[in-house]
């Protein structure tokens, strides 16, 4: 019975072989960072996100740090505390709105490497995908399921690419 446990141990539990396999051997689960196996895609969010327009009223140097936060946390998956601490009193009114705001931020550096995968396998068009949950455009709504350009968009808009945005683009189903 015992070689009956442990043979269902290795099969139920497997030691970690790569990256998303949970670690058996570890309290923690292991996180998958895109950026470790693929650190070029870090380059595509950051020109994303550089040149993302945040309709903040502050200055300049206060949004461009705040770009670099977002980026930060793209690539760590972690936020940094003392930074959230020195925009709250400036940019937000709570921690929580100012955590929310970095999210809006890397969603538009996820999201364009999303679509830039779909290019890079040959795709020319997305479907646009809207949730309603998580974006603040009720607008793209209408967007939703629609068929774009990878490289117009709809009239230049992309899925993320305006502040608070969260759709998705999403591959075309074969037909
Ligand atoms: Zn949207």
Known sequence: ????????KAICQPKSMGIGLLDSQSKSIPTFNLFETEPWLLDVAKKAINNFHIPWHCDDALIAETKKEAIRCLA????SKSFLNELVPKVFKTKRDATHGIAKITSCGHEAINLYRLAEIGEKRFVWRYC???CDFPEHSK????????NKGHKG??????????????IRMPT
């Open 1 to 8: 019975m015992i070689n009956g446990i442990s043979q269902s």
């Open 157 to 170: 808009e992309f899925p993320s690419s305006r502040y608070g945005c969260r759709c998705r683009g999403s």
């Open 76 to 79: 760590a998956g972690v936020r």
């Open 132 to 134: 309603e949950l998580l």
């Open 143 to 150: 967007l939703d399921g629609k068929e774009f350009s990878l």
